[in-house]
């Protein structure tokens, strides 16, 4: 059964800083990864969507990667705002035809 | 229209209610789901509709009933819910149910059983 796990649970930074969110899953025939933004009380964004066949997407200052063969994926933020305040969730989906098993998320606090 | 809209936002029942949540979009997706997210835990998976049929059931208790009365359309009915059903139910929809496609979700309908 895949497990989705990211670390940490919780990150504070200053602002103005890069950071690392983390994403590891336990079955890496996966069809796709994909990462999204919750505010909270509030439903999910997409922010980016990395293909099986794909090593990584950018959008702005996003940056996924996605390393398959050791079922793991990072997310790069750039230069960290307070507006990206939320929690982020990494999501897989590893068989066709079924929907996204999702991890804990990782609740992202950015300080001015 | 590239959003999924969920009414009500916020809905509070009694535990002998009936009530329904509502999903819309107009993307010409033919695949919807239904997620289930309790506070501070990831969205769980409910039911999946393939082309107005449905195509998964996460084992989900028969007091939550799904209908998909047309392409643009996904219904959750609620009856004789119980406290612990309290949680934030959000909707998604992607274009045709496989791997390969992108999930645009709701703002979720939060639900309160009192």
């Known amino acids: 059964k895949q497990e989705v796990t990211q670390i940490p649970a919780a990150l504070s930074v200053p602002e103005g800083e890069n950071l690392v969110l983390n994403c590891s899953f336990t079955?890496?025939?996966?069809?796709?990864l994909q990462w999204f933004r919750q505010d909270p009380g509030k439903g999910l964004t997409s922010l980016l969507l990395?293909?099986?066949?794909?090593r990584e997407q950018t959008s702005g200052r996003l940056n996924a990667s996605l390393d398959k063969s050791s079922g793991r994926s990072t997310l790069y933020i750039a230069a960290s705002q307070p507006g990206d305040s939320a929690t982020y969730l990494c999501?897989?989906?590893?068989?066709?035809?079924?929907?996204?098993?999702f991890g804990k998320g990782t609740t992202l606090s950015v300080s001015s | 229209d590239t959003e999924v809209t969920q009414t009500p936002k916020h809905l509070v029942m009694g535990m002998t209610n009936k009530k329904s949540l509502k999903c819309e979009q107009h993307?010409?997706?033919?695949?919807m789901y239904w997620y289930k997210q309790k506070a501070k835990k990831p969205p769980e998976l409910m039911f999946v509709?393939?082309?107005?049929?449905?195509?998964i059931n996460e084992s989900v208790p028969s007091r939550f009933s799904p209908e998909c009365p047309n392409s643009s359309l996904l219904n959750l009915h609620l009856h004789a819910l119980q406290p612990e059903d309290s949680a934030l139910y959000l909707c998604?929809?992607?274009?045709?149910?496989?791997?390969?496609?992108?999930?645009?979700f709701g703002a979720g309908s939060r639900l309160t059983v009192l």
């Open positions: 998604a929809s992607s274009q045709v149910l496989t791997g390969a496609n992108v999930l645009t």
């Open positions: 079955d890496s025939a996966i069809y796709n």
């Open positions: 990395i293909q099986s066949s794909q």
């Open positions: 999501a897989v989906n590893n068989q066709a035809g079924t929907a996204l098993i």
């Open positions: 993307m010409g997706h033919r695949a």
């Open positions: 509709y393939s082309y107005e049929k449905l195509s």
